[in-house]
């Protein structure tokens, strides 16, 4: 396998049901009303169009020693792949390994299998609020065809508008070479992530009474 790309660094799978727990987890610290774990389950036992994937570490590596230890998944997402429409239902990454590229590695790799599936186009909605969400889909083409009045409803009462998305056409080829692109800087990400954590870990060791 070629050194640069992420997948010797990370692990694209399909979500089991032992996989909720910290599913749930990641859930938890990224959205105002997560899912219930049921939810979860039952989207990935009986939702007769549901994909779930997740990120994981190549277990290869050998990380997971005390001077740093990966989580179990990096990143979720599910879909529905509805004939010739994909709809991302849900999309997240641990709070402790945003901003190095994996939940778009993420996404593009569901993307690419949905067309692969006979998917053509794309449809997702987002919260008026999420700009970076909103940034990273404009980025890889995604336009607003629309807005759904007050769809989120959170646990403190308060509601929130949805920016419907769309990326009309699924190109394989514009999918595929986007993610060759993102793929070194993924790694390069990663690496220097795990490099600053066992790095933090020797000056704590050396410091500590």
Same mark, same amino acid.
């Given at each position: 396998m070629?050194?640069?790309?992420?997948?010797? #660094? +990370?692990?694209?799978?399909?979500?089991?049901?032992?996989?909720? =727990?910290?599913?749930d987890s990641i859930s938890q610290s990224s959205f105002p009303t997560p899912w219930s774990p049921k939810t979860y389950i039952r989207e990935i036992e009986?939702?007769?169009?549901?994909?779930?994937?997740?990120?994981?570490?190549?277990?290869?590596?050998?990380?997971?020693?005390a001077a740093v230890t990966l989580p179990s998944i990096f990143a979720y997402g599910g879909m529905w792949i509805l004939d010739e429409e994909v709809h991302i239902l849900v999309f997240a990454t641990h709070?402790?390994?945003?901003?190095?590229?994996?939940?778009?590695? #993420? +996404?593009?790799?569901?993307?690419?299998?949905?067309?692969?599936? =006979?998917?053509?186009?794309?449809?997702?909605?987002?919260?008026?609020?999420n700009v970076a969400a909103q940034s990273l889909y404009a980025s890889m083409g995604f336009e607003e065809i629309g807005r759904r009045k007050n769809y989120y409803k959170d646990t403190n009462g308060s509601r929130e508008d949805a920016i419907i998305l769309s990326l009309p056409i699924l190109e394989l080829s514009y999918l595929t070479q986007r993610l060759n692109v993102k793929s070194p800087l993924v790694k390069e990400r990663i690496q220097k992530r795990i490099r600053?954590?066992?790095?933090?870990?020797?000056v704590f060791k050396a410091t500590a009474p």
């Open positions: 070629n050194d640069m790309h992420p997948s010797y #660094l +990370l692990q694209f799978s399909p979500m089991k049901t032992t996989d909720v =727990g910290e599913v009986e939702g007769p169009h549901s994909h779930y994937w997740v990120i994981r570490p190549n277990p290869s590596l050998g990380y997971g020693t709070p402790a390994w945003r901003e190095c590229g994996i939940g778009e590695w #993420l +996404l593009l790799n569901m993307l690419i299998l949905a067309n692969q599936k =006979g998917a053509k186009t794309t449809t997702l909605e987002v919260r008026e609020s600053n954590s066992i790095q933090e870990t020797f």
